[in-house]
């Protein structure tokens, strides 16, 4: 049998098969452009030097090359024995070395030692060291205020007796230092003739 086949069927039969074809292929190709731009947005982000990376930490190009500098610090320059606090002045530089230098000369001293109490003859009160020097003389050394730099005076006596005399010490010295106390209380002894200095 055969088929009849209406040349006008087959022609809109062909028609509607490229139709076919050309919907679907416009379907499908909007959709692949899409991503094709979706697959360049996602590359420019990545290449893009604004985009902020989060798996990489940011580094200071100035900071690898010159470590921080270390600061050393300052040694302090130790006070000068005047400069320390009277009393520590006193008792652990003064006494020990004028006990010393007396001791030197051959004689031996029996007490000496640094009160708050009252000066001999004036009886102020002031800071006084009193050293007593065996079988030769004492002396009292007195500072108006606790300071090295206050006002001073020295009273003299033999031994078993009272001061008689009160004078001033160290009074035209702009300096005070401790080998220049030393030296003027041996100096005052020596000039009584209390002690040879030789």
Do not use: Y
């Not at 005070?176 to 003027?184: D, E, F, W």
Request: hydrophobic share 30%.
């Amino acid at each position: 049998m055969e088929e009849n086949l209406d040349p006008k069927i087959e022609v809109n039969k062909g028609i509607s098969d490229n139709t076919n074809k050309s919907n679907s292929n416009e379907i499908t190709v909007p959709k692949s452009e899409k991503i094709i731009e979706q697959e360049k947005e996602i590359k420019i982000n990545k290449e893009s030097p604004n985009s902020k990376k989060t798996s990489e930490p940011e580094v200071d190009v100035k900071n690898t090359n010159n470590p921080p500098a270390k600061t050393i610090p300052k040694q302090k320059k130790e006070l000068p024995i005047e400069k320390k606090p009277f009393q520590e002045f006193i008792n652990l530089h003064l006494i020990p070395e004028l006990a010393e230098e007396i001791n030197q000369r051959g004689l031996k001293i029996n007490n000496i030692n640094l009160k708050n109490t009252k000066r001999p003859i004036a009886e102020d009160k002031c800071w006084v060291i009193n050293c007593n020097i065996e079988d030769t003389c004492s002396f009292w050394l007195s500072f108006e205020k606790e300071d090295i730099s206050s006002l001073k005076s020295i009273s003299l006596s033999k031994p078993n007796q009272k001061p008689s005399i009160i004078e001033s010490f160290l009074i035209d010295e702009k300096k005070i230092t401790l080998k220049l106390i030393i030296s003027r209380i041996l100096q005052r002894l020596n000039g009584q003739k209390l002690i040879g200095i030789n």
